[in-house]
Structures are given as C-alpha cells and as structure tokens.
C-alpha cells in the first residue's frame, strides 16, 4: 500500500459502515486508530511500507461497534465519510472520527486480506 | 553476492558453519571499462565473494553522438542562386567540402588537397565562427595560396565539380562572400553540398547564420580530443574525411603519393577531378611546394589533425550520403585497412597521427575492424607510436588504443598487453603533462584493467605511477600537509575517475592484488582523503567516489587476516566458548540494552563516555597507510557515505566496506561493530534495506549479519531491524513490492537467522513482525531451494524456543509449519545449526551503549568525516539526521511493540 504523493492510488477497500454506541457522553466506535502524517511511520506495525504515514486501525474493542461491523485490525483507513484519511494528522484522523454530531461513520478502509484476496483470484502464490 | 558467498550464507551447508563463524566478507568489485567518452561504456562489475570466484556483468551504455544534427543541414538547395556552378567553382568546392566535413566524405574534393588544408584549417579553428574571426576569404586566400601551388588544380577542381555531379553551387549555403570566389562552388554532389556547404560556411565569414547554427551542432567535436571520441559515434563516417586528408598529406608530402597513394583510389581522383596531374605533375607540384608543404603542413598538421578528427566526427551523421557519393564515384574509394595500418609508419608525422585517428574512428563500436587491426598486427605499430616524441601522433595512437581497448573482445586487450602496451603507456603517463593525453592513458588502463589475466600486469608495471601521478594529486592528499595550506579537496577528473576505475578493477585480483594496493605508498591515505573531500562537499554521487569506495571495500577484504602482523590483533575471546563470553556479555546487557530502554538518554551517554575511552585503542602515532582502512575512523565516512549518497553502487560499496571490517576475529572488527553502533550506524543501515536498490539491500543486511556478531548490536538490531528485514521477505501471495533477487532473499533469511539465533527475545520479535506466514510460505512454495532453506533454518530456530511454541499456537501454528518441507534437505538443515551457533558467538564486550549511544551531543556531529576520533560539531547535520534520530528514539516504543521489551505502548493511538 504505498502510494506516491500526488499520484492516484490504486487499492481494494471495503466500505465499512459503523453505527455509533452511546457510553455515557460519548459516542464510542469501539476501535483505536494510529498513525498519521505527524506520526512515525516506522513503529507501525501494520504497514507493509514503513514510510506509509496513513491511518490504521491499531486496536479492537470485542463486541463493539467496529467489532460487529467488521473492521479489523490492521485495516488501513482511506476515508471517513468521504474525507481521505491518507494525508492527515494523527488528531485530524481522530476528530473526523469523533464528531458528535455523527451517529454514523463511514469508513472506507483497505486491509492485506483485500488485496491479497483480490490477487488471488488473479492468479499467484498459493496461500500458505 | 557471489554465488559462493551465498553458500556460504546458506545455513543448512555445512559450509555454512564455516560461513556463519566467520561472517562472510564480501569483495565486490566492480569494473568498470571505460572508453571514449563519447564511446559505449560498458560495465563491468566483478563480484569476488573470495579470491576465486568472480561473476561479471557488462553492461554497454552508448553515449549520444552529437554529430547526427549534421545531416538535417545536408540537402540544402544548393543554390539559392540557382547555380550550377560548376565552372571555376572547383577551388570553392573544395571549400566547401573541406568545410562540411561530411561533404568531404562524399566529394571526391577532399581528396584535392586545397580542400584538405581547408579542413585543416578549420579544424584548427575549431571553434569555426570564432576561429575564423579572419573573415572567410582570409582563409580562402590562404587555400589559394596553397593552391596556387598546384595552379593547376584550381583548375582541376572546375573539372571535378563538373565531372562528379553539376551540383548547383553550393553558394546558396555559402554566404555570398563566398560566392565571389567560390562561385566557383564545385557542383559537388548536392547532398555532399548541402552538407558541406554549411559547415564551410561558420568558417567563411559569410554565411554566418548558417555557420553559427551548425557551428553549435558541431562544436562538441572541435576539441580535438573529444572529437576523436565522439568520433566513435560517427566512426564510420569520419574515415572518408579522414582519407581526404591522408590522401593530401601523401600528395603532397610525399610525391611519389608514396604507398598511400598508390592504393588509394582518391589519389587518382585527385589527379583527375582536381587536377592533380598526373603523377609527374604532382611530383612537379610537390616539389615545388615543399616549401610551402612546410609551412603549410606545419601550421596546418599541427591543427590539422586535430581538424581532420573533428571534420570527421561532422561528418560521421552524413555518412550515407558520403557513401552513396562515393560509391557513385568509381574513381574514389577509402583506403582500406591494411592500408591504413601502413600509414601508421608513414615518414611523415601528420599522416601518422592521421592514420591513428582514422584508425580510432573505425574502431569505434566496430569489432569486426578492432578484430581486423589486430589481426593486421595494427597494435603493435599503434603502441610503438606511444613513444613519438609528437604529442599529436602519440596522443592519436592512445585514442585508438583506447578503443580498441574497448569492449568484450579480450584478445585485443591481451594484443596491446603483449607488445608491452601497458609499460608503454606507463611510460607516456610520466611523460607527458597533457591532460588529454593522460585522460586517454587512463582510459585506456581501464579498458585493459576489466580483464583478469591484464590485472596484476597492471599492477606490476603501472600501480605506483599511477598513484603518484593521478591518485595522489588530484586526491588532494598531502604527504606532508603544510600546516599553513588548508587540506585541499579531490579534483574529480577525468583523468581521476578513469585511474580509480582502473585501480578499481585491478583490487578485485585477488589476496595479492589486495596486498600491492594496500602496501602501494600513499594510495590508501589518498582515496580516503579524496573520499572525506566528497563527503565535506557533499559530492557524493560521482563514478570518482564510487570507484574510490569500491576499491577501499575490495582493500578492506579480509583485512583481518592479510594484513601484516595481523595475528596480533586476533581476538582470543572469539576461540572462547560462548560460555565463557558470557559474563563479559552480560555486563553488557545490563548496561546497555536493557538500561537503554528502562533509562533516559543520560545513561547512554555516560555509556558513551566509557566506550570512548575504555574501547578504543590508544595510538601513538597517526596511522597512515593500509592501517588507515580498518581504523574506526573509517567508519563515520563510511556511514556518511550511506546517508548522503544517492548512487547505489556507492551504497552498496560502502555497506560493503563495513561488512568487511566487520568481519573476523580480530580486535579492529571488534572496535568496528562497536564504532558502527556508538555512530549511530545501525539505523542508517536499517533504514537502507528499505533501498529500492536489491544490491544495498543485500549488502545491508549481511553488513547487519556481521554486525550482529556483537551481542549488543544483535539485541538492537533484533529490536529495531526485525520489521524491515522481515518487510523485504516475498509474502506468500505476492512477490515483493520490490522485486528482490534470490541473493537477497537468502541474505535477508541468514540474517534473520543468525539475529533470532540465541535470542528468544530477537525470535519474539520476529514473530511480531508477522514473519512467520511469510517464512512459512517461503519454506514451502517458493521455487527456490536456497530460500527454502534459508527459510526452513530461521522457522526451526525459532521453534526451538519452547517459550514462544505458545504464542505461535496461538496464531494458528503448529509444528509442521516450521519443519523442513520434504524437499529440503534434513540433513543439511541440521549441520547448518552447529554452525551458526558458533556463529552467534559475541565477539564484543566492551560496548555497552546500544542505540542509546544516540546520545544527544552526537548527534548532528556524527558523521563527520574528520580523522578525528572526536566528534566534530561543525559538521553538518545529515539530512537524515533528524529523521533518523526520531526513528530511533520513537523506535523505543516499537521495540516495545515487538516484545522484546514489555513496553508497549505506541506513540499516539487514540481510541475513537
């Protein structure tokens, strides 16, 4: 998933739709993310390229609203509701996510499996 | 690497424990040949993993000729005036056709030598425009004058232009100042006219827009000596033109035309079109123009070489034309080569000189004619002509030495070498002060030096001429530096970069090859310094530095064990066993690693301190000499060298340089893995295997192998490296982002291998960083044995840590996934362990400062080149600097991430 600056991406994404849970005063979605362009894109463990400064999901609350909408860890998030999330500060990245006036999300997001799944099908390696 | 360092690599041979104990060193040398630079150069990159086996790659770059622009001027209308100039025009023509050197090609004019010393002329001028400052007619007058001598042949020359084609006068192209007296312009062929005319034209003052444009295209070639090379490009072409003026220097020289004459067809054309009379009349001619043959031929010889070379790289993009012309004229034809290889010995200088240069020209990219040289015993004649005391005829000799030099047809090396060419040119290198001169010596030499059997030929005759005269002045290296004069910087010239290129593929000769080098007085000290000059200036990315890097990787080769009194230095703890390392070991541990994370940047620069005085050896006096290659100094320049430069070869040399030095038993290999980690070189190194380049990549990570020797680096490297490494593997689905090579592959395993190996923390890590999916398929799709094997040895180490079997259940493995799939070899599989564990042996003790030895005062200072063991703050920040000492210290956490320290948590993670 790496991409050049100024040059379109290619990537397999899902569209991953996340209803909002109430906990007290908040609205939780259930997942962490990390990363960012502020961020050092070399402790990210989930990055194939260690220079990629993209959004990922780092952590998942079992049960929780990401949980159950199918987010994973891992995933790379490309867009929160129509915003792109590949060039953003890692607090850009999460007020985007955390706006109260939103009860939904909508998350656009691509992870390994994708593209592996989509390579597959091409025709590659077998999976081990 | 080389296939047999790849072996060796390879855990599961038994080999391999050979291999693992004594981390492979690598000597890459690349050779390069070089030839003209207008010439292919082809490349030639030799990989020595030891002495014996060597893999060459030649790849052949053609460098763009610029004379093709000529042509486009070719056609042009001959005359604007409509003329059909063919009467008195002759004289102009062979203006004209002198002026376009591609013309003369065509014209049978050149042969008429007014044309030729017209061409001479010009070529003197080189310059055209300028040169000619003298308006055109000057010049014209001057050929009249010449002519007049031939009275007869102005006259003469009417009748070739009619006779060859009734070309309408090349005035259009010509200014009209030409028109006056040229209007004579011989109807030459209109292709040849159109040409020619123009190029005539710069000369003449006349037509100055045409000259200026075409001038521009042509200037390239002027200098003489560019000229002769590019004439490469136009090869072909240039030996019409070239003939036209052999064929006037024997008419006129000599009046029996001499052997040249009679051969050639041009002789006769001569006489007919341009008057040449018959041979009586010529031989009348001649002598009464001896005088001016002197005179002339003086001025003109001395330039006119030079004008003939660069006429004829003109003309190389006409050539067809040329050729259709000539072939159109029966009476013309180009002297052939066994008649150009007599010429060599022609009394008279110029034509000598002449015939070396035409010689050049159609050797240039054809090996059928360097074939047929030697072949003709051309070579032999061309090396004696080394010793002309004319600088002219030897300077042409060495250009077309140097293209025959060129190319893969080693006979033609071994031709020059066995009539003593290369003492030869030796001997002209101390002679002559002539830059161009030497450029082509050099060149030559380096040419000659990409064969193997020529390399230590090389050495014997040339190895310390070539230090004194090239390596050390243009290094800027001083014997004894006057204290009042700063240091001076490496001039990177031609002539420089083509000596170190040589001296490049001449250290790749093996073990005593290594040794001459090394022992050569004054080469180490200067390449070092030439390559701390590139480092103050930044100027990193030039072939000079790359050479220079190249052939103190290839010097650093088993420096341990070659290098006089080298038993001295012979670390008696690696015999030791492990156990016996042990509590040096843990000493270690406590202080540094684990201290590192636990502890704040303080303690590692207190850990510095101690490192600084208690490890590194104190000197009593500067060492100088081969001594120089394995001080820790060398390892800043080295590790500025990976940080700024952008030339991959140099990358891979200088991760290549480090790799050497740290290998081996020995106290300086010791003082080198500890010196790479105090400089903060282990990011650096862990940063380029993210390269794009398969070759860095490959010679990072066997540098890092051999680093890992040092228990220290080993946990660092394991903490910090794991993910990059593991990054580079193929995954199973798809293969690499970046598309590595086998070698690389297997590099990258043994690496891993040799990290994880007596390091459950380091197979920890391993794990965390999604290896195992990756070593798995690996170990059981990919089509390569060598990886598999890789593979397999790095999955059964880490299943031997029983501590970690829970986890990778976890994960959804089992043991059937790390054992050895059924077509790799079990057996080799178990005798690789033995010996890597000897491997993992830690040789260091001392160094107790692991990154953290990042401490904050070093940081910007580091990499400065300075001899000094102390850092210097003047130096610039690197630019990666910033970025890697970010890397590092936010590194800490993801080290935390991996496990090996408990720490987890990642810099920023919000929950949403």
């Keep these: 998933m790496s991409f050049v600056p100024g040059q379109p991406v290619t990537a397999v994404v899902e569209r991953v739709e996340i209803q909002k849970l109430r906990q007290g005063e908040n609205l939780i979605l259930g997942f962490s993310i990390g990363g960012g362009i502020d961020q050092d894109p070399g402790q990210n463990p989930f990055s194939e390229d260690k220079s990629d400064k993209g959004i990922y999901v780092t952590r998942i609350s079992p049960k929780g609203p990401a949980d159950l909408a199918g987010l994973k860890i891992g995933d790379k998030i490309m867009q929160v509701n129509g915003w792109d999330m590949t060039m953003v500060t890692h607090d850009q990245a999460r007020k985007k996510l955390t706006k109260k006036k939103e009860d939904v999300v909508r998350l656009l997001v691509t992870r390994k499996s994708l593209e592996e799944a989509v390579k597959h099908s091409k025709g590659c390696y077998p999976k081990p | ?912």
């Design chain 2, 1 to 912: 690497m080389p296939a047999e360092v790849k072996q060796e690599q390879s855990p599961s041979n038994a080999t391999s424990l050979a291999m693992m104990q004594e981390p492979q060193e690598v000597v890459e040398e690349t050779v390069t040949i070089e030839e003209d630079p207008g010439t292919p150069t082809s490349h030639v990159s030799v990989v020595t993993s030891d002495d014996g086996t060597t893999r060459r790659t030649e790849t052949k770059v053609t460098k763009m000729v610029k004379t093709v622009t000529t042509r486009t001027v070719r056609q042009v209308p001959l005359g604007p005036d409509g003329l059909p100039l063919p009467e008195g025009t002759s004289p102009l023509g062979s203006y004209t056709d002198s002026i376009d050197r591609r013309y003369l090609k065509n014209g049978s004019d050149r042969f008429i030598t007014p044309q030729a010393t017209s061409t001479l002329t010009r070529s003197y001028n080189n310059s055209y425009n300028d040169s000619y400052g003298e308006t055109p007619e000057s010049q014209y007058i001057r050929h009249y004058g010449l002519h007049d001598g031939y009275a007869d042949l102005t006259d003469n020359y009417g009748s070739l232009s009619r006779g060859v084609n009734y070309r309408p006068p090349r005035y259009p192209y010509m200014p009209n100042s030409y028109r006056p007296e040229n209007s004579y312009t011989l109807p030459i062929r209109k292709d040849d006219y159109g040409h020619v005319a123009q190029p005539q034209v710069p000369m003449g003052s006349s037509t100055v827009d045409l000259n200026r444009s075409q001038p521009e295209r042509f200037q390239p070639e002027p200098y003489g000596l560019e000229d002769d090379r590019r004439s490469l490009g136009p090869e072909e072409e240039e030996p019409y033109e070239l003939e036209p003026d052999y064929s006037t220097a024997n008419r006129r020289t000599l009046p029996g035309a001499n052997r040249g004459r009679t051969h050639r067809e041009p002789l006769r054309d001569g006489p007919r079109v341009r008057g040449y009379p018959d041979d009586p009349i010529e031989a009348e001619l001649i002598d009464e123009r001896h005088p001016y043959i002197h005179g002339m031929y003086s001025a003109p010889l001395a330039q006119p070489e030079r004008g003939s070379m660069a006429s004829l790289d003109r003309m190389g993009g006409r050539r067809s034309p040329s050729i259709d012309s000539i072939r159109k004229d029966p009476r013309w034809r180009d002297p052939d080569l066994p008649e150009v290889i007599a010429m060599l010995g022609h009394p008279i200088d110029p034509v000598k000189s002449n015939a070396a240069a035409y010689l050049q020209h159609l050797c240039y990219e054809n090996d059928k004619i360097k074939k047929d040289v030697r072949q003709l015993k051309g070579i032999p004649v061309l090396v004696g002509l080394l010793d002309h005391p004319k600088s002219e005829v030897h300077r042409k000799a060495c250009g077309a030495l140097r293209n025959i030099s060129y190319g893969k047809d080693n006979d033609n090396k071994v031709a020059i070498k066995n009539c003593d060419g290369i003492p030869a040119l030796i001997r002209l290198l101390r002679k002559t002060n002539d830059m161009e001169v030497r450029e082509l010596i050099t060149g030559t030499l380096w040419n000659l030096s990409s064969y193997e059997p020529l390399k230590m030929v090389i050495i014997n005759h040339g190895l310390q001429t070539l230090t004194n005269e090239v390596i050390i002045p243009h290094s800027g290296w001083e014997h004894e530096p006057n204290e009042d004069s700063k240091p001076r910087d490496a001039e990177w010239t031609t002539v420089f970069k083509n000596t170190s290129g040589c001296l490049r593929n001449v250290s790749s000769d093996g073990a005593e090859a290594r040794r001459r080098l090394r022992e050569c007085e004054g080469l180490v000290d200067a390449l070092l310094h030439a390559l701390q000059s590139a480092v103050g200036k930044k100027d990193m990315d030039n072939k000079s530095v790359e050479n220079c890097v190249c052939i103190m990787r290839n010097l650093s080769y088993h420096v341990h064990k070659e290098v006089p009194g080298a038993e001295k230095y012979q670390d008696p703890s690696a015999l030791q066993a492990p156990g016996s390392a042990g509590p040096q070991r843990k000493k270690k541990d406590d202080a540094g690693c684990f201290g590192g994370k636990k502890a704040k940047g303080r303690k590692n620069g207190e850990n510095d301190k101690s490192y600084d005085t208690l490890d590194l050896p104190k000197r009593t006096e500067p060492s100088k000499g081969f001594e120089l290659l394995y001080q820790p100094e060398v390892v800043r320049l080295y590790l500025s060298l990976l940080t700024e430069s952008q030339n991959y070869n140099t990358l891979e040399a200088a991760a290549g340089a480090l790799q050497n030095l740290s290998a081996g038993q020995w106290t300086w290999s010791n003082y080198i893995r500890a010196t790479v980690r105090k400089e903060k070189g282990l990011p650096i190194l862990v940063e380029l295997l993210r390269s794009d380049s398969d070759k860095v990549v490959r010679a990072v990570a066997i540098a890092l192998r051999n680093l890992s020797i040092d228990r220290r680096n080993k946990d660092l490297i394991g903490s910090y490296a794991m993910r990059d490494l593991v990054s580079n593997l193929p995954s199973g689905q798809q293969r690499p982002a970046k598309n590595l090579e086998e070698d690389t592959v297997v590099a990258i395993l043994n690496t891993i291998h040799e990290i994880v190996t007596d390091s459950s923390e380091n197979a920890r890590s391993l794990i965390q960083a999604q290896a195992i999916e990756k070593l798995v398929a690996i170990n059981r799709t990919s089509q390569s044995a060598r990886e598999t094997k890789a593979a397999s040895h790095v999955l059964q180490t880490v299943w031997s840590y029983k501590e970690l079997r829970n986890a990778l259940t976890k994960d959804g493995w089992n043991k059937s996934h790390f054992q050895p799939t059924v077509t790799a070899t079990p057996k080799a599989t178990k005798n690789g362990k033995p010996g890597y564990d000897d491997t993992t042996l830690p040789l260091m003790e001392k160094n107790q400062d692991g990154y953290s030895t990042i401490d904050q005062r070093d940081k910007d200072c580091k990499y400065k080149t300075g001899d000094g063991s102390v850092d210097l703050t003047e130096r610039e920040p690197l630019k990666n600097d910033t970025n890697r000492k970010h890397y590092i210290r936010s590194n800490r956490p993801a080290v935390s991430l991996v496990d090996a320290c408990d720490v987890k948590p990642q810099p920023v993670d919000s929950w949403v």
